[in-house]
């Protein structure tokens, strides 16, 4: 998010500018949080298989599911393909962001003294982690070709 500033008519008005695709983003990440946690859950519950391989799986799917909808609609291109190399690079993007969250969880959970303090703690790690995410995703997964003068990672 930027700032801008117009003096036009002798004030100072200070404006946030979002970028474009923070609201696409917001609806991608909201729709993949639903597939990862429904196919966790479905996987647990049918498959018999343990929380924690039902949650990796979950998260994979997940991503993965990400991955297609940031590259088909968030960050479009008009030369948008497909490409092993972005989804490498958001599979990587996602673990860092997940690392964050942990982080963050673990940094704030001494705060945690009940079940309200406890889910603000949840609220503030995954709020910290949705921006980290938006950010690499925007700078390092889907930058495009020059931005910076590099190629985007499209084969």
Known sequence: MALSVDWSGGTMKIAAV??????????????????DLGTGF??????????????????????????LLHELWTFRASSTTLSSTRAGLYLMSSLVTLGVRVLIATILSPLAVNRLTSFAVL?????????????????????????????????
């Open 18 to 35: 979002i970028p474009p695709e923070l609201p696409r983003f917001a609806v991608v990440i909201t729709a993949g949080l639903g597939v």
């Open 42 to 67: 479905c996987v647990a519950s049918f498959a018999a298989l343990p929380l924690s391989t039902s949650a990796a799986l979950g998260f994979i799917a997940g991503a993965m599911f990400n991955y």
């Open 123 to 155: 609220i503030a790690a995954a709020g910290t982690s949705f921006f980290v995410n938006f950010a690499l995703s925007r700078s390092v997964v889907y930058r495009r070709q020059g931005e910076d003068g590099s190629p985007s990672g499209s084969e």
